[in-house]
């Protein structure tokens, strides 16, 4: 965890703790700066909450060092093959229970950083780190998606900082792909990492990672824009930007994989209220569109769609034969608020996400 | 090389440093940018670098006068690189000559009025080829490109000399130009934007003061910023400003403006003419311009993807012809793809005013009913196959985007056009504004 100190310089707590039951390193952090009663009480507090074993038992050993964090040495930096283990137990967490998501988030937040801050510091360009720098995407691309479901003060600020790290460990693999690459050579699983930057940026207003994506696609190789992946992003974001709204959840549903689904939630959200809004614009005001049908072309439940039609601020009736229908040219639509609650895809294939 | 006797040699470095100390005593900028330019590969500054390599200490010629020492740094540096280019070693020739540049710019810095600007601007210009060569060497070598980078730095310190208030100060668009080229070589092209607020909102620039053909430049490459960032007016204001305003001889200037304004053009409803296209050999647009107008979505999804495949040459983009030798599609690395990705839209308004106009020869009555049916079966024609779902969709955006103007009565599956101006025109506005 990341601690701050009246100096505001930026702390890592190390612990290292041997654990009977499983064989090696746990956790490793560094507490650099002034060490005090009240960050050790701190420390172990959030060890408890996640240990199952407690601190006290005897054949765990709890030790601290204190390091500046300007003066990291080289023999403080963990190798590849401690980072690949931490980062496993980390991501082993995501699915805890015991917690609330946030609470895991954080957790893993902090530490994934430290990860790459020793990553950065060795300068290492290989598989296994391409593999490390994948997983760590994945963390927070999930994340992104569960937070969504969180309530809280902190939750939107925990999202941005999300987002943040999120942008800045995809350059920094995307990087890796670039450095040292041979002709013609696409890494396993690139073209689903690289899709992902256009799935951020379907909407050119986004600018999560600064660069737009006209200039964005000259840079890729032919292998790469070929790609059964590439293709999938560049078929959504044509129906994105025409708002060919039923093509683009369609695709998403027969094509996505679980991370480019879970980038794209938000775009499904937007897409299905701009259908909404659409349909309540062109449709004959004398033949209200059925409920049913617009659950249909939008791949939700009925139920679903009633719900959305309330969020964009449009009332649903009951036709005269008992179906649900939506009143056409309702002048109160309005855009669903941020963070509006998502809602299943019907027909994404379940297995595929898995 | 040609043989040089020590004398002839010997003849040609004096005559040559006579040349370069006349020139700035008597001001003559002409003659000091035929000594600096380099690229211009002249015989003269051959025969010079073919001396220089045979008398090797030119440096204790420029000692001994003190005309040529009072330029000795300037001048050591430049034969230097002069030497170094002669015989193909471009990183060292690079290096010298950012040395020289250096020297050359505090010299230029103490020269009170304007009148050495275009040999100033000679010197930007090689710096940057000269940095480009040099790239290409390092990798060919196996090594790290990284002169333009350097070269950029650089251009970015004559243009904070150049920015101030007095006569220099119209040279820094030609120097914001030679940075555009720069970054848009490296892909580097969100450094432009600081650039381009020097020259937008410092006072001590007028932009109607710099010469047209730097603002023809400048034009160009920040239309084609705006189009990568799909800001359209903004992108067709630029470029038909560059257009407007370029030399009608340089025809090759011309092609490179239109390839860009013509997917602006056409993404604001306005088509060129077939003559212009052939004119300026812009066959890639051919198919997309006749999909347009015929209404053709299959035309234009082939020409889109036509464009793709077939036509492959070495990528342009700089890191990656130095790195890779990858093939990459026309409208892609031009970034023009998504622009005309979006004309989807226009083409399937052209394509129902087409069903609506062959609808009022044979009935007229209920030519303004589009039945959904009818349009799915076009779209087969077209090879394309798309659900009575879809079409609703399709015909939903057409409507709310007031590309057709009408209503979906969904219960009949059927699109009832407006009697008045069912297909309106953008009329310069981009789609759905």
């Given at each position: 965890?990341?601690?701050?100190?009246?100096?505001?310089?930026?702390?890592?707590?190390?612990?290292?703790?041997?654990?009977?039951?499983?064989?090696?390193?746990?956790?490793?952090?560094?507490?650099?700066?002034?060490?005090?009663?009240?960050?050790?009480?701190?420390?172990?507090?959030?060890?408890?909450?996640?240990?199952?074993?407690?601190?006290?038992?005897?054949?765990?050993?709890?030790?601290?060092?204190?390091?500046?964090?300007?003066?990291?040495?080289?023999?403080?930096?963990?190798?590849?093959?401690?980072?690949?283990?931490?980062?496993?137990?980390?991501?082993?967490?995501?699915?805890?229970?015991?917690?609330?998501?946030?609470?895991?988030?954080?957790?893993?937040?902090?530490?994934?950083?430290?990860?790459?801050?020793?990553?950065?510091?060795?300068n290492l360009a290989s598989e296994g780190v391409?593999?490390?720098?994948?997983?760590?995407?994945?963390?927070?691309?999930?994340?992104?998606?569960?937070?969504?479901g969180c309530s809280g003060t902190s939750i939107?600020?925990?999202?941005?900082?999300?987002?943040?790290?999120?942008?800045?460990?995809?350059?920094?693999?995307?990087?890796?792909?670039?450095?040292?690459?041979?002709?013609?050579?696409?890494?396993?699983?690139?073209?689903?990492?690289?899709?992902?930057?256009?799935?951020?940026?379907?909407?050119?207003?986004?600018?999560?990672?600064?660069?737009?994506?006209?200039?964005?696609?000259?840079?890729?190789?032919?292998?790469?824009?070929?790609?059964?992946?590439?293709?999938?992003?560049?078929?959504?974001?044509?129906?994105?930007?025409?708002?060919?709204?039923?093509?683009?959840?369609?695709?998403?549903?027969?094509?996505?994989?679980?991370?480019?689904?879970?980038?794209?939630?938000?775009?499904?959200?937007?897409?299905?209220?701009?259908?909404?809004?659409?349909?309540?614009?062109?449709?004959?005001?004398?033949?209200?569109?059925?409920?049913?049908?617009?659950?249909?072309?939008?791949?939700?439940?009925?139920?679903?769609?009633?719900?959305?039609?309330?969020?964009?601020?449009?009332?649903?009736?009951?036709?005269?034969?008992?179906?649900?229908?939506?009143?056409?040219?309702?002048?109160?639509?309005?855009?669903?608020?941020?963070?509006?609650?998502?809602?299943?895809?019907?027909?994404?294939?379940?297995?595929?996400?898995? | 090389?040609?043989?040089?006797?020590?004398?002839?040699?010997?003849?040609?470095?004096?005559?040559?440093?006579?040349?370069?100390?006349?020139?700035?005593?008597?001001?003559?900028?002409?003659?000091?940018?035929?000594?600096?330019?380099?690229?211009?590969?002249?015989?003269?500054?051959?025969?010079?670098?073919?001396?220089?390599?045979?008398?090797?200490?030119?440096?204790?010629?420029?000692?001994?006068?003190?005309?040529?020492?009072?330029?000795?740094?300037?001048?050591?540096?430049?034969?230097?690189?002069?030497?170094?280019?002669?015989?193909?070693?471009?990183?060292?020739?690079?290096?010298?000559?950012?040395?020289?540049?250096?020297?050359?710019?505090?010299?230029?810095?103490?020269?009170?009025?304007?009148?050495?600007?275009?040999?100033?601007?000679?010197?930007?210009?090689?710096?940057?080829?000269?940095?480009?060569?040099?790239?290409?060497?390092?990798?060919?070598?196996?090594?790290?490109?990284?002169?333009?980078?350097?070269?950029?730095?650089?251009?970015?310190?004559?243009?904070?000399?150049?920015?101030?208030?007095?006569?220099?100060?119209?040279?820094?668009?030609?120097?914001?130009?030679?940075?555009?080229?720069?970054?848009?070589?490296?892909?580097?092209?969100?450094?432009?934007?600081?650039?381009?607020?020097?020259?937008?909102?410092?006072?001590?620039?007028?932009?109607?003061?710099?010469?047209?053909?730097?603002?023809?430049?400048?034009?160009?490459?920040?239309?084609?910023?705006?189009?990568?960032?799909?800001?359209?007016?903004?992108?067709?204001?630029?470029?038909?400003?560059?257009?407007?305003?370029?030399?009608?001889?340089?025809?090759?200037?011309?092609?490179?403006?239109?390839?860009?304004?013509?997917?602006?053009?056409?993404?604001?409803?306005?088509?060129?003419?077939?003559?212009?296209?052939?004119?300026?050999?812009?066959?890639?647009?051919?198919?997309?311009?006749?999909?347009?107008?015929?209404?053709?979505l299959r035309l234009l999804r082939h020409a889109?993807?036509?464009?793709?495949?077939?036509?492959?040459?070495?990528?342009?983009?700089?890191?990656?012809?130095?790195?890779?030798?990858?093939?990459?599609?026309?409208?892609?690395?031009?970034?023009?793809?998504?622009?005309?990705?979006?004309?989807?839209?226009?083409?399937?308004?052209?394509?129902?005013?087409?069903?609506?106009?062959?609808?009022?020869?044979?009935?007229?009555?209920?030519?303004?009913?589009?039945?959904?049916?009818?349009?799915?079966?076009?779209?087969?024609?077209?090879?394309?196959?798309?659900?009575?779902?879809?079409?609703?969709?399709?015909?939903?955006?057409?409507?709310?985007?007031?590309?057709?103007?009408?209503?979906?009565?969904?219960?009949?599956?059927?699109?009832?056009?407006?009697?008045?101006?069912?297909?309106?025109?953008?009329?310069?506005?981009?789609?759905?504004?």
């Amino acid at each position: 965890m990341y601690l701050a100190t009246e100096a505001m310089t930026i702390l890592r707590v190390e612990i290292l703790l041997t654990c009977p039951s499983s064989s090696e390193l746990a956790l490793l952090c560094v507490l650099s700066g002034k060490e005090s009663q009240e960050n050790a009480c701190v420390i172990s507090q959030c060890l408890r909450g996640f240990m199952e074993t407690p601190l006290n038992h005897p054949q765990i050993s709890l030790s601290r060092r204190t390091l500046s964090a300007a003066d990291v040495q080289a023999s403080d930096v963990r190798p590849l093959s401690v980072l690949e283990e931490t980062l496993s137990y980390l991501l082993s967490l995501l699915d805890s229970r015991e917690h609330p998501f946030e609470v895991v988030h954080d957790f893993i937040f902090d530490r994934t950083r430290s990860i790459r801050q020793d990553l950065s510091i060795q300068n290492l360009a290989s598989e296994g780190v391409i593999h490390l720098y994948e997983e760590i995407v994945k963390f927070h691309v999930i994340s992104r998606q569960r937070l969504q479901g969180c309530s809280g003060t902190s939750i939107s600020s925990m999202h941005h900082l999300n987002m943040e790290q999120l942008a800045k460990t995809l350059t920094t693999l995307y990087n890796i792909y670039d450095a040292n690459r041979k002709p013609d050579y696409i890494y396993e699983n690139e073209a689903e990492f690289r899709s992902l930057y256009v799935l951020l940026h379907l909407n050119t207003s986004s600018g999560v990672m600064g660069e737009p994506l006209s200039l964005w696609f000259r840079k890729l190789t032919s292998n790469l824009i070929k790609s059964k992946e590439m293709c999938f992003v560049r078929k959504l974001l044509r129906s994105y930007r025409n708002g060919n709204y039923r093509s683009f959840l369609r695709t998403t549903a027969s094509e996505a994989t679980y991370l480019q689904y879970c980038i794209s939630e938000p775009h499904i959200r937007e897409m299905r209220s701009f259908a909404v809004e659409c349909i309540n614009n062109v449709c004959y005001k004398l033949q209200p569109y059925p409920l049913l049908r617009l659950s249909h072309n939008l791949m939700m439940k009925e139920m679903d769609v009633e719900s959305l039609c309330h969020e964009c601020g449009l009332e649903i009736r009951t036709d005269s034969d008992g179906s649900i229908v939506l009143p056409t040219k309702q002048t109160n639509f309005c855009r669903p608020k941020e963070g509006f609650r998502n809602y299943d895809l019907i027909g994404i294939e379940v297995e595929r996400l898995l | 090389m040609a043989y040089v006797s020590m004398g002839e040699a010997h003849r040609r470095i004096t005559e040559y440093l006579n040349r370069f100390c006349d020139a700035v005593s008597y001001q003559d900028s002409s003659m000091l940018c035929r000594l600096l330019s380099f690229s211009s590969n002249s015989p003269s500054l051959l025969s010079l670098a073919d001396a220089l390599n045979v008398f090797q200490d030119a440096s204790s010629l420029i000692r001994q006068s003190d005309k040529f020492s009072e330029y000795g740094e300037i001048l050591a540096h430049l034969f230097r690189s002069l030497q170094s280019y002669r015989v193909g070693n471009l990183v060292e020739a690079y290096l010298a000559f950012e040395k020289f540049a250096n020297a050359f710019v505090q010299e230029f810095r103490n020269w009170e009025s304007a009148w050495a600007l275009e040999a100033l601007y000679v010197v930007c210009y090689e710096v940057r080829i000269l940095a480009e060569k040099a790239d290409k060497e390092l990798t060919s070598n196996g090594k790290s490109p990284e002169k333009l980078k350097a070269a950029g730095s650089l251009l970015m310190k004559v243009f904070g000399v150049l920015a101030g208030k007095g006569p220099k100060r119209v040279g820094a668009l030609y120097v914001t130009c030679q940075l555009f080229k720069t970054y848009f070589k490296l892909g580097t092209v969100n450094l432009c934007r600081s650039v381009i607020r020097s020259i937008e909102t410092a006072r001590i620039f007028d932009f109607e003061e710099f010469p047209r053909r730097d603002k023809v430049t400048y034009m160009y490459y920040t239309g084609r910023l705006e189009v990568f960032n799909e800001n359209f007016p903004a992108a067709d204001t630029k470029l038909s400003y560059a257009l407007q305003h370029c030399n009608p001889e340089r025809e090759r200037n011309i092609r490179m403006i239109l390839k860009y304004l013509i997917p602006v053009k056409l993404s604001l409803g306005v088509i060129p003419k077939d003559e212009l296209l052939q004119k300026y050999n812009l066959h890639e647009y051919m198919n997309v311009v006749q999909a347009l107008r015929k209404g053709d979505l299959r035309l234009l999804r082939h020409a889109l993807q036509e464009h793709e495949d077939r036509y492959v040459f070495p990528l342009t983009s700089y890191c990656t012809y130095l790195h890779l030798n990858c093939i990459v599609a026309v409208f892609l690395r031009s970034g023009v793809y998504l622009v005309l990705e979006k004309l989807e839209l226009q083409v399937y308004q052209r394509l129902m005013k087409k069903i609506y106009i062959i609808q009022k020869l044979s009935d007229p009555a209920r030519a303004h009913q589009l039945k959904l049916e009818v349009i799915a079966k076009a779209l087969r024609w077209l090879e394309i196959d798309m659900d009575l779902d879809e079409v609703e969709c399709i015909m939903t955006i057409l409507i709310y985007k007031n590309l057709v103007k009408g209503y979906l009565a969904h219960k009949s599956k059927v699109v009832v056009l407006s009697k008045q101006d069912p297909f309106p025109k953008l009329n310069g506005k981009p789609v759905g504004s």
